[in-house]
């Protein structure tokens, strides 16, 4: 059996913050404010795969009013929800991610993103896909406050019911 889950995250550029994306450090004057590191693209995976096994939301899973989360890597965040995936009898048969944001360019971080996605999800490189968008100049992300991310995953169950 196959799911479909689809996720979304968006976070506003914070000063004196790192810019993690897919797990991959990226040079900016700017980073993302959020309790965790605000890693937007793994969030927004993590809200796929939730979705796609029926268990809530980031959130849910990782209030941000409660402390243990204060500056987690969500790498690490994204392995829990990995074993919760596995624990349901799931694994991972593709991710794809895009990102809108006027900067940073993210153009030479989409491979290492794409490996390091690959590696924390299970998978092959060939069965995640990075894109980057810019919004055109529009709204929130387009003047720059900061940015978003949307991922869809599959899951599939060797269990036919």
Same mark, same amino acid.
């Given at each position: 059996?196959?799911?479909? &889950?689809?996720?979304?995250?968006?976070?506003? !550029?914070?000063?004196?913050?790192?810019?993690?994306?897919?797990?991959?450090?990226?040079?900016?004057?700017?980073?993302?404010?959020?309790?965790?590191?605000?890693? *937007? /693209?793994?969030?927004?995976?993590?809200?796929?795969?939730?979705?796609?096994?029926?268990?809530?939301?980031?959130?849910?899973? !990782?209030?941000?009013?409660?402390?243990?989360?204060?500056?987690?890597?969500?790498?690490?965040?994204? *392995?829990? /929800?990995?074993?919760? /995936?596995?624990?349901? &009898?799931?694994? @991972?048969?593709?991710?794809? @991610?895009?990102?809108?944001?006027?900067?940073?360019?993210?153009?030479?971080?989409?491979?290492?993103?794409?490996?390091?996605? *690959?590696?924390?999800?299970? /998978?092959?490189?060939? *069965?995640?896909?990075?894109?980057?968008?810019?919004?055109?100049?529009? &709204?929130?992300?387009?003047? &720059?406050?900061?940015?978003?991310?949307?991922?869809?995953?599959? @899951?599939?169950?060797?269990?036919? !019911?």
């Amino acid at each position: 059996m196959n799911r479909i &889950g689809f996720g979304y995250d968006s976070h506003r !550029f914070a000063a004196g913050r790192a810019m993690v994306l897919g797990g991959v450090r990226i040079p900016h004057a700017v980073g993302l404010a959020g309790h965790s590191d605000a890693d *937007a /693209v793994i969030h927004a995976i993590i809200d796929a795969l939730l979705g796609a096994i029926g268990t809530g939301d980031i959130g849910q899973m !990782f209030s941000d009013s409660d402390p243990q989360w204060k500056d987690a890597d969500s790498t690490k965040l994204l *392995a829990k /929800v990995m074993e919760l /995936v596995r624990d349901k &009898g799931y694994s @991972v048969g593709n991710c794809d @991610v895009t990102v809108i944001a006027e900067l940073p360019k993210l153009g030479p971080y989409k491979e290492p993103m794409r490996h390091k996605l *690959a590696q924390l999800l299970g /998978v092959g490189t060939d *069965a995640v896909s990075v894109k980057a968008k810019t919004n055109e100049g529009m &709204g929130w992300v387009g003047r &720059g406050e900061g940015l978003a991310a949307m991922a869809a995953v599959m @899951v599939a169950s060797s269990d036919p !019911f």
